[in-house]
């Protein structure tokens, strides 16, 4: 037997842990109730989260295939990420036979989740989710960046990987970034498509594409991934904005990627001086009420000093080279989405998409079925 038939054949074993079983829960082989009794006892396979009561734990279970359960299309195995490793030691082994193994529906979930973002719930997120997925497709963005870990998507199929982002507006834009840095590595088969789990303040891109205003913990996490599975998908046009000096300037132009809107005014300063201020002290940032009681201090403080007061008279706008008149208003915003300013509906009346601004830069996003919660 060749070394590509031998890891192709490869299966992935139960991996079972005594106690911890879910309310509720019933054995695979007798379908009575587990973990019933006041004491550390049964078994649940941490893959497939199937439990098994002590007394019917056989040895043909310990030595069984497990299907990984429910969220076997969603789960990197263990196998598969070691057999990638043998495949790189070897020069002679077809890398295809691999990934058919897998079979065609194997759609990888990789989670980013940003446990500052919102209300705090990173962290719970991602020991959850490391609970039922393998837990090297689970990462901490407070501890590795988007773009190392999106490096994953290029040991899996081409164009079969999906990424969850949870957090806010601002990590989708940070993930959406590292997307636009393997296409420049010369990566674009591996682009995954990106759902969002909203836990930021304002979560205007999610809830453009259907995710929802915020999440709050209200829905069990095998229910998010359940989402994810039947997601649809949409496309999401993204702008290149670029910023200069009026006359000559030694200044390079700051170029920057827009996916929800831009502005220039009190809205971007109330922004800067959120983000500063949660810089400093993030501790004080821990739930999104606090965010929003933040943000209206600095828009309540804006009203009073007018630092933007004038600004047409100080900015120029361009879009796709056309020069834009700009009335006499002390702030300046772009949208690319239905959604402005945590939540509000900018295009009631006008359809239920905003006028396309621009077809160029699509990134493929993933959106959740309307009727679902």
Known sequence: MGRSEEIGRIGQSHHWVRG???LCSQCMVCGQQCGSQPKLCDYRCIWCQRTVHDDCMGGDLKTEN?????????????NYLW?????????????MKLIASMGRNWTPLIVLANTRSGNNMGEVLV???????????????SKTSPFKALQLCSILP??????????????????LDAVDEMKIKGQENFIPQVAVLPLGTGNDLANTLGWGA???GEVPVEQILRNVMEADSTKLDRWKVQVTNKGYSLRKPKVMSMNNYFSVGPDALMALNFHTHREKTPSLFSSRLVNKAVYLFYGTKDCLVQECKDLDKKVELELDGEKISLPNLEGIVV?????WGGGCRLWEGMGDEPYPLSSQTSIVTTKRFTGET
């Open 335 to 339: 949208l690319n989405i239905g959604y």
């Open 83 to 95: 057999a990638v490793k043998q495949l790189k030691r070897s020069k002679n082994v077809d890398y």
């Open 214 to 216: 915020g999440y709050a």
């Open 158 to 175: 081409p164009n079969s990987a999906k990424v969850l982002v949870c957090g806010g507006d601002g990590t989708v834009g940070w993930v």
């Open 66 to 78: 497990c299907d990984l359960g429910e969220f076997r299309s969603l789960i990197i195995p263990s």
């Open 20 to 22: 911890n079983v879910p």
């Open 127 to 141: 020991s959850e989710f490391k609970g039922l997925l393998n837990p090297l497709q689970v990462f901490d963005l």
